[in-house]
């Protein structure tokens, strides 16, 4: 059994994306979770992407918010679903992933930790 490796709490997000390459292609997305590591993401179109490939992340929700990204993981069924690693951002990039998800943390706590 393999043993959870992550560093940082993931919290669902239901958020548009755009995975491209550098070469400039580029895919719509879906982002499924988030932590300041990395991301799941699932895209609807056939696509050939590998563990190790290194790609561009530009979130569209409440921030918009740019990050190169590794692979590393994909699973295909009726969609293609991606695990990312961040690996680059800008410090305002990174301030506004902070950001989004201290508010989606501070969503998901229960009323009776506010009273």
């Known amino acids: 059994m393999s043993q959870e490796r992550r560093y940082y709490t ?3 997000l ?7 390459y550098e070469s400039g292609i580029k895919f719509n997305a ?11 993401i699932r895209i609807d179109t056939e696509i050939f992407i590998n563990p190790g490939d290194i790609v561009y992340l530009s979130i569209k929700c409440k921030y918009k918010i740019k990050i190169k990204a590794q692979v ?5 069924d009726k969609f293609t679903e991606v695990g ?3 690996i680059e951002m800008s410090m305002q990039d990174r301030e506004s992933l902070s950001q989004l998800i201290s508010e ?4 998901n706590i229960s009323e009776i930790y506010l009273s």
């Open 72 to 76: 590393r993981w994909v699973k295909k």
């Open 104 to 107: 989606i943390a501070m969503a």
């Open 84 to 86: 990312l690693k961040f």
């Open 30 to 40: 879906e982002i499924l979770d988030i932590s300041a590591e990395g991301a799941k």
């Open 14 to 20: 239901r958020c548009d994306c755009i995975l491209a």
């Open 10 to 12: 993931r919290y669902s």
